[in-house]
């Protein structure tokens, strides 16, 4: 799994018990706080087609809910042995229906164009900042786990990944941030970098989308171009919708580490 991981830039894990246990607990959790007028208002986006959901789960730094179990599974093993056991914030849950997607409030025309045929790819912590939406780097992610809580068809909006994009787009960040101090790196504008490595990877990797069912757990090099695919027609899904759990911890201040680790 490692190995997929470091050549593929994604990794995928079979089912455990375990790990269905505690998607189980995690989205009984997790629904209250999809019904949550004021939860409702923050996420609930694309036309009541998408609840984005960040830091929406009431979890501790083990991963555990309100009176559950620390986050169990090889893949969060596997996260820990790469990365350090670093501490879980409070994961987003993501959550699609059918229809997704529509436009986002405030999105032209041509960003919803993107959303639509290329998924709405894009690098985790690359952030838009000010008037013009300059990419900068204020989130530094180790990786990307995630872990399915309801039990969908391939069709309901599944995660898209671009396989090998992860070593694309870290040579161009490399490009950028090599010669400057690490301290520096979070107002460094990544933009040009950015989309040219974007384009590349459009034209050279290639796109697979990964369903998955709870129990099941997948994780996703910090560098991997990835997005979320539209709703097929007639894809199965229960009446709460597509949902998933995200865990994206970030690596300690004052390193290197985001261009360094594997």
């Known amino acids: 799994m490692v190995e997929a991981l470091r050549e593929r830039g994604w990794a995928r894990f079979p089912f455990e018990e375990a790990v269905l246990a505690w998607a189980a607990m995690a989205r009984a ?17 694309c036309e009541g087609t998408w609840f984005v959901g960040v830091d929406s789960l009431p979890n ?3 991963g555990a809910v ?28 993501s959550v699609t229906w059918p229809g997704y997607p529509r436009p986002r409030a405030g999105e ?5 164009r ?25 989130e530094r992610h180790a990786y990307i786990l995630g872990l399915p ?16 994009s992860h070593e694309v787009m870290r040579a161009a960040f490399a490009t950028a941030l090599d010669p400057l101090d690490e301290g520096e790196w979070a107002d460094a504008d990544l933009t040009g970098i950015y989309h040219s490595a974007r384009r590349e990877v459009f034209e050279t ?16 090099h910090r560098h991997a171009l990835h997005g979320v695919a539209p709703w ?10 597509r949902m998933i759990a995200y865990f994206r911890p970030e690596l300690p201040a004052g390193t290197r580490a985001w261009l360094a680790l594997p």
């Open 66 to 93: 309100p009176g559950g179990l620390p986050l169990p599974g090889a893949a969060r093993a596997a996260a820990a042995a790469l990365y350090g056991d670093l501490p879980l914030h409070a994961a987003q849950i």
């Open 205 to 220: 990797c290639r796109r697979v989308e990964i369903p998955a069912r709870p129990g099941e757990a997948y994780l996703v």
């Open 29 to 45: 959790a997790a629904l209250p706080r999809i019904a949550d007028p004021g939860e409702r208002q923050k996420w609930l986006t």
């Open 149 to 164: 809580l309801t039990s969908c068809g391939p069709g309901a909006s599944p995660f898209v990944i671009w396989e090998g």
């Open 60 to 62: 501790d730094a083990r």
């Open 108 to 112: 032209g025309e041509a960003a919803f």
């Open 114 to 138: 993107y959303r639509l045929r290329r998924d709405a790819a894009h690098v985790d912590g690359l952030l838009p900042v000010g008037a013009e939406r300059r990419r900068m780097l204020k």
């Open 232 to 241: 097929k027609e007639g894809a199965a899904a229960p009446a709460e919708g």
